[in-house]
């Protein structure tokens, strides 16, 4: 089955970077695209970044744009979200997750619509 396991995540300094990773193993259905969010303590889940598999086009909230990237490197099946110039407000436990072909991803960022394949997270924490 899919699996998708995170790392890189730590504590920084504002104004700090981070690179996050997502090793994908497992699959049994193709990948119409990846996506990361992330959620805050007491706060709704929030989707930041969304990569689609064929093309590799990227999408962004108005929260992360020009800050964030998402990349990925199909020959290690590893995505990847490089976070610059980190904020107090990026605090949050950060999971990459997978849509199966087939499925819409332009929803990812409608709150309540759910992706197939969730990490278990890993936790950033900006001061």
């Known amino acids: 089955h899919v699996q998708l396991v995170e790392s890189g995540g730590g504590s920084v300094q504002a104004g700090g970077s981070l690179r996050l990773s997502c090793s994908a193993s497992g699959y049994e259905y193709s990948i119409q695209c990846m996506a990361w969010y992330r959620q805050a303590s007491g706060k709704e889940r929030e989707g930041v970044a969304i990569i689609y598999g064929d093309n590799g086009r990227t999408e962004y909230s108005d929260s992360v744009k020009g800050r964030f990237t998402t990349s990925q490197d199909t020959a290690r099946n590893t995505l990847y979200l490089q976070m610059n110039s980190l904020k107090p407000e990026d605090t949050a436990m950060y999971y990459c997750?997978?849509?199966?072909?087939?499925?819409?991803?332009?929803?990812?960022?409608?709150?309540?619509?759910?992706?197939?394949?969730w990490g278990q997270g890993t936790q950033v924490t900006v001061s």
């Open positions: 997750a997978s849509v199966f072909r087939g499925r819409p991803c332009g929803l990812l960022f409608t709150p309540g619509y759910n992706p197939n394949v």
